[in-house]
């Protein structure tokens, strides 16, 4: 099926694989590049910004837009998750994104599917430790979407640093043949960062959100002027309870690439998820 932009503009959305794939070839006969940039809709200025990135990068970019029910846990969001695709094709299509993909679940999903990627050691840290199956669910759709698309090259935002370290592991252990770009966090004018979540915020918890980015900001900074770095992370996790947030699920210091013990002297990231009234925020920032 394929439903013809309703705007004028540039901008074409297929719900089916055969309409994604015959686009994209087309494309290539021409000798045109293509980016892909996937994601779960409901989109601010971080994905503009991730459209506008591909834009520079290729001849012709596509998006794609599909709440991935493999990657949210039983008692997680995936139901009350914001719609609205509608808004998104205008914002899309404004920009001038060539191409949307928006699959339904059994599109992709369909009945008999039976294969799960698994990146091992990178999943089962940091939020796979508090998302069980969350990223497995991430790296079948991404892998997925990458083998549905085969574009020269995928953006993917460094707001979610832990599912950008497991994309490139997989991207390279199944030689899948596309360069995956690493995108830097886009933030509202309080620093916190901007995600498609933040729509559960009340008010007064919006009000208290920039304590999320104020925390691990202090931290990196503590960490790279040489403070005890289980003391900087303790004080920024004291910051959250005290800013309103419920759960810290963790404040760490990491190695920038592998996500493991951080060493002196190594590139080094802060990592922090943590809840706020109905939404549960992650952030991270350089060391
Ligand atoms: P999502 O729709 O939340 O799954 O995100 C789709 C893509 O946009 C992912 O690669 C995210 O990392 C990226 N993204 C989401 N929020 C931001 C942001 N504030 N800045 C940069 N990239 C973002």
Redesign the pocket.
């Known amino acids: 099926m394929q439903v013809v932009s309703p705007t004028p503009g540039v901008l074409v959305a297929v719900r089916d694989v055969d309409s994604l794939r015959r686009r994209i070839q087309s494309w290539r006969r021409e000798g045109l590049s293509v980016a892909l ?6 989109l ?1 200025k ?2 503009l ?2 459209m506008a990135h591909a834009q520079k990068l290729a001849d012709r970019v596509v998006a794609t837009i599909f709440v991935n029910p493999k990657q949210f846990g039983p008692n997680e969001d995936f139901a009350a998750y914001p719609r609205r695709e509608h808004d998104d094709f205008e914002m899309l299509n404004a920009a001038g994104v060539h191409l949307l993909f928006a699959p339904d679940v059994g599109a992709m999903y369909p009945q008999g599917f039976a294969t799960s990627v698994r990146v091992a050691g990178l999943s089962d840290i940091l939020d796979g430790e508090h998302r069980a199956g969350h990223f497995d669910g991430v790296a079948t759709v991404v892998t997925k979407l990458l083998l549905q698309a085969l574009p020269d090259i995928a ?6 640093y832990q ?2 370290a497991i994309i490139r592991r997989l991207t390279s252990d199944l030689n899948i043949p596309v360069d995956i770009i690493g ?5 509202e004018a309080d620093g916190l ?4 979540r933040n729509a559960y915020l009340t008010a007064e918890e919006r009000a208290a959100a920039p304590a999320l980015h104020r925390a691990i900001t202090a931290a990196a900074k503590s960490i790279a002027g040489g403070a005890d770095i289980a003391g900087a992370l303790a004080k920024a996790r004291e910051e959250l309870l005290k800013a309103g947030f419920k759960n810290v699920d963790y404040v760490e210091a990491r190695h920038a690439q592998t996500l493991q013990r951080l060493n002196p002297g190594e590139p080094g990231r802060v990592l922090v998820a943590a809840q706020l009234g109905r939404a549960r925020l992650i952030d991270n920032i350089a060391i």
């Not at 995108?183 to 933030?187: C, D, G, H, I, L």
């Not at 960062?193 to 498609?196: D, I």
Request: net charge neutral.
């Open positions: 940039v996937p994601t779960m809709g409901a601010h971080g994905h910004t991730l953006l993917f935002g460094e707001k979610d599912q950008l995108a830097p966090t886009v933030r960062a901007m995600s498609s």
